[in-house]
């Protein structure tokens, strides 16, 4: 069975860019998740996705974050314009969200460096 | 509100046993997650703990008391591909939806 897939790996922009990044989540699964994790620190949820709908995007700092999840499967999230702070690993995760199940699996990442 | 604690660092031997502690306090239990990171990697599943009691997987078992809202991860016969972070996390139910709050993770450094 196929992973989460992410791209890219590496991003480095200057502050004031803008950046997009892509997730593919596990075959089947309905719920997908961005996090941001700052080194040293546990993920801090950025975005959930049901399908094709947004649950909760409480953490997202929505002045300069967006993300959709067309035809509910894959997903972008998108900073515009990046600001130092940032700098970070945008993991990607899915899950089937039953309620007997809700491992979420996660992707590789992608590592910003924001200059 | 939910609040998830577990040390930030620890160290261990290469043969050894170690226990890494996490604590919880959370509003309605539903579960708690272990995830093993390496450093520049995705978090990886290890176990989840919903029942009391401890759960054995090979080298890694995991313990849960919901009494107590405590559980530990505990890793035997250590290797160096051990080293790595470890993040405890437990789902929160905020009306429709679920979502895992996480702990900080505790670092683990497996020495020769």
């Known amino acids: 069975e196929a992973g989460v897939a992410q791209s890219p790996r590496y991003k480095i922009i200057e502050k004031r860019q803008s950046v997009a990044f892509w997730c593919n989540p596990i075959s089947g699964h309905a719920t997908l998740y961005w996090y941001q994790q700052i080194l040293g620190q546990g993920p801090k949820l950025l975005i959930q996705?049901?399908?094709?709908?947004?649950?909760?995007d409480s953490q997202l700092p929505k002045d300069r974050f967006s993300a959709e999840r067309l035809k509910g499967v894959d997903s972008t999230l998108k900073i515009q314009p990046a600001k130092l702070e940032d700098s970070a690993v945008y993991l990607c995760?899915?899950?089937?969200?039953?309620?007997?199940?809700?491992?979420?699996?996660f992707g590789p990442g992608t590592r910003l460096t924001v200059l | 509100g939910q609040n998830i604690d577990q040390p930030t660092e620890m160290t261990a031997t290469e043969g050894a046993i170690v226990q890494i502690n996490c604590t919880y306090q959370t509003s309605g239990f539903n579960g708690l997650f272990w995830y093993q990171q390496h450093a520049g990697e995705a978090p990886t599943f290890l176990s989840y703990n919903v029942l009391d009691g401890l759960e054995e997987k090979g080298r890694f078992s995991s313990f849960l008391s919901r009494s107590k809202g405590y559980s530990y991860l505990l890793l035997k016969e250590l290797q160096m591909k051990d080293s790595a972070s470890y993040l405890c996390?437990?789902?929160?139910?905020?009306?429709?939806?679920?979502?895992?709050?996480w702990g900080l993770g505790t670092s683990l450094a497996v020495n020769p």
């Open positions: 996705f049901q399908n094709n709908g947004v649950v909760d």
């Open positions: 995760a899915s899950s089937l969200l039953t309620w007997e199940s809700d491992t979420q699996y």
């Open positions: 996390a437990v789902p929160h139910n905020a009306g429709n939806n679920r979502k895992l709050i």
